[in-house]
C-alpha cells in the first residue's frame, strides 16, 4: 500500500512541477496590447500556453519568443494564436521553416526571423509559405546564412514594404529577378552581405516601383562600374525629390534619417570613393569589339569606294574615331564617317563606318577604328592595299572564304568532323564488302578445289578398275 501512494504523490509532484514551469516561462495573461512576452526563456518549441484561456488566446496579436533555443518552426507550432499580427523569432537556432507553419495565421504583418540559421539552399524557407501570409509588410532575415535569394522567391509577397537583409555570411548572392512581385517595398536592407554587383535585373521592373526609396548598401566591397549606372539614376531622383518622397517619420519600421553611403572597393581608381558622390560617366564598362577579324586587309581598285565597318559596345556611351596611320582622321571630300546607334538598357550597341570615295593609291595605309575609356581601349585595324586594275570594288585579301571561316569557325569544325567522320564510315564499309568479297572467292575456290579432287579420286578408281578387269 506504501508504494502506491508514493507513486501517486511523485506523480502529483511532478505535476505540480510541470505547471508551475510553464507558468513560469511564459505569462499566464498577455499584456495591454494583446502581446505575449516569452524571450529568453530556453524555449525549445513555440509554447502552446495551455494555461491561457482559449477565448484569450485566440485574440493574441503578438509574440515574442526571441532569445531562445528553438530550431524548426513546425505546421502545427502557431495554430493556438488564429489572429497574429506579429511574430518575433529574433536569435533563435532556427534552421527550418515548414511549408505550412504560416497557414492557421493570414493577418501576420510582421515577422522578425534575424540572427538564426536559415540557409535558402538547403531548403531552410520554401517560397510557398509565403503564399499563407498575404498581408505581410515586414520581414527581416538578416544575420542568417541564406547564401544566395533565388529568382522569384518573394513573388506572394505582394504587401510587403520593408525587407531587410542585413549581414548574410559569409556572402549574399542575389539572382536576376530575386525581388520579383515587391511592387510596394519601400525600405530595403543589403547592407554587410560581401556584394561587389546588384544588377537592375535582379528586380523585375524596376521602373515600376515607385514606393522604393531606401536601399541600404553599406559595409559591402562594391565594384563601381556600368552594371551599378541603374542604382545611381534612382539614387538622383530620390534626391531630386527627397521632400516629396520622404518616409513618415512616425513609423518605427525604418529610420527615416538614415543616409546609404556605399563605398567603391574597385577599380583602383574609385578606391574609397562613395558611389553616389561620382558623376554617373565614372562608372564605365571595358568596351568591347564585335568586328572579326580583329586585322584585315582590304584590296580595292583605285577609283572605287570601300566601307570600312567597325561595331562597338560600350556604357556609358562612347564615342570611337578612326585613324590613319596613326594619326586622327577627320572628315574630308573623299571621307565620311556615320554612325549608328542603338540604345539598350544595358549599354549603348554602336555601327562605326568609314566610307571612302573615288579611292586613290595615296589612300593606301593602314586604318584603326578605336573605342576607349579608362578602363581600356579597343581597336581593330584594316590594312588599305590600293591597285591600279583588278577586282570590281575590294576584296579582303584572306577572301570571302577566309571571313566566312572566322564567322562561322564552329560550322565549319562541324562540317569538318562530320565529313571526317563519313569518309571513315565509307572506309569501313569498303572494307568489310572487301573482306566479304574476298572470303567468297575463297570459299569458292576451296569448293572447286574439292570438286576436281573427287573427280581425280574417280578417274583413278575407274583407271584401277580397267586394268584389274585386263588381267
Not at 194 to 212: A, C, G, P, R, Y
Not at 218 to 233: A, F, I, K, R, S
Not at 280 to 300: D, G, I, M, N, W
Not at 350 to 364: G, H, N, Q
Amino acid at each position: 500500500m506504501k508504494r502506491p501512494q508514493f507513486v501517486i504523490r511523485l506523480t502529483c509532484n511532478l505535476i505540480s512541477v510541470f505547471t508551475v514551469t510553464t507558468c513560469q516561462v511564459c505569462p499566464s495573461a498577455p499584456v495591454n496590447d494583446r502581446t505575449i512576452e516569452c524571450s529568453g526563456r530556453g524555449l525549445t518549441n513555440v509554447p502552446q500556453l495551455y494555461n491561457i484561456p482559449y477565448e484569450i488566446k485566440r485574440e493574441i496579436i503578438g509574440l515574442d519568443l526571441s532569445r531562445n533555443r528553438i530550431e524548426v518552426l513546425h505546421e502545427d507550432a502557431v495554430n493556438a494564436f488564429p489572429k497574429l499580427r506579429r511574430l518575433c523569432l529574433d536569435y533563435n537556432r532556427l534552421w527550418k521553416i515548414t511549408e505550412y507553419t504560416f497557414r492557421s495565421v493570414p493577418r501576420l504583418e510582421e515577422l522578425a526571423l534575424r540572427g538564426n540559421q536559415l540557409q535558402l539552399y538547403l531548403g531552410g524557407i520554401a517560397t510557398s509559405s509565403w503564399i499563407y501570409t498575404p498581408k505581410l509588410r515586414v520581414l527581416d532575415l538578416s544575420e542568417n546564412p541564406l547564401g544566395f535569394i533565388p529568382s522569384q522567391f518573394f513573388v506572394p509577397l505582394r504587401n510587403l514594404q520593408v525587407l531587410k537583409l542585413e549581414g548574410s555570411r559569409p556572402q549574399l548572392t542575389v539572382e536576376a529577378r530575386a525581388f520579383a512581385g515587391l511592387v510596394r517595398l519601400v525600405y530595403l536592407d543589403l547592407r554587410r552581405n560581401n556584394m561587389t554587383q546588384l544588377s537592375v535585373h535582379s528586380f523585375d521592373n524596376f521602373d515600376s516601383m515607385t514606393e522604393l526609396h531606401h536601399i541600404r548598401l553599406d559595409g559591402n566591397p562594391w565594384h563601381c562600374d556600368c552594371t551599378l549606372t541603374w542604382l545611381h539614376v534612382w539614387h538622383t531622383k530620390i534626391e531630386q525629390h527627397r521632400n516629396s518622397l520622404e518616409l513618415n517619420r512616425t513609423s518605427d519600421m525604418w529610420p527615416s534619417h538614415e543616409k546609404s553611403t556605399p563605398t567603391c572597393a574597385s577599380p583602383t581608381h574609385l578606391r574609397g570613393h562613395f558611389i553616389f558622390d561620382l558623376q554617373a560617366s565614372e562608372l564605365q564598362c571595358v568596351p568591347k569589339l564585335f568586328t572579326r577579324p580583329l586585322t584585315q586587309s582590304v584590296h580595292v581598285r583605285q577609283g572605287a569606294n570601300v566601307t570600312l565597318t567597325c561595331d562597338f559596345y560600350t556604357n556609358p556611351r562612347i564615342e570611337p574615331q578612326w585613324i590613319y596611320n596613326g594619326r586622327p582622321l577627320s572628315p574630308g571630300p573623299v571621307t565620311e564617317q556615320q554612325t549608328t546607334v542603338i540604345n539598350l538598357s544595358e549599354g549603348t550597341r554602336i555601327s562605326f563606318r568609314l566610307e571612302l570615295c573615288d579611292v586613290k593609291t595615296t589612300d593606301a595605309g593602314v586604318y584603326q577604328c578605336r573605342s576607349e575609356n579608362r578602363l581600356s581601349k579597343v581597336e581593330a585595324n584594316f590594312t588599305l592595299i590600293v591597285h591600279n586594275e583588278g577586282v570590281q570594288k575590294y576584296r579582303v585579301s584572306t577572301d570571302r572564304w577566309t571571313r566566312l571561316l572566322h564567322r562561322n569557325i564552329w560550322a565549319v569544325i562541324v562540317i569538318l568532323a562530320g565529313g571526317i567522320l563519313s569518309l571513315i564510315g565509307i572506309l569501313l564499309l569498303g572494307l568489310c564488302y572487301y573482306r566479304g568479297w574476298v572470303g567468297k572467292r575463297l570459299r569458292v575456290s576451296r569448293k572447286e578445289e574439292g570438286t576436281r579432287a573427287v573427280r581425280i579420286i574417280r578417274v583413278s578408281d575407274a583407271l584401277d578398275k580397267d586394268r584389274n578387269s585386263d588381267r
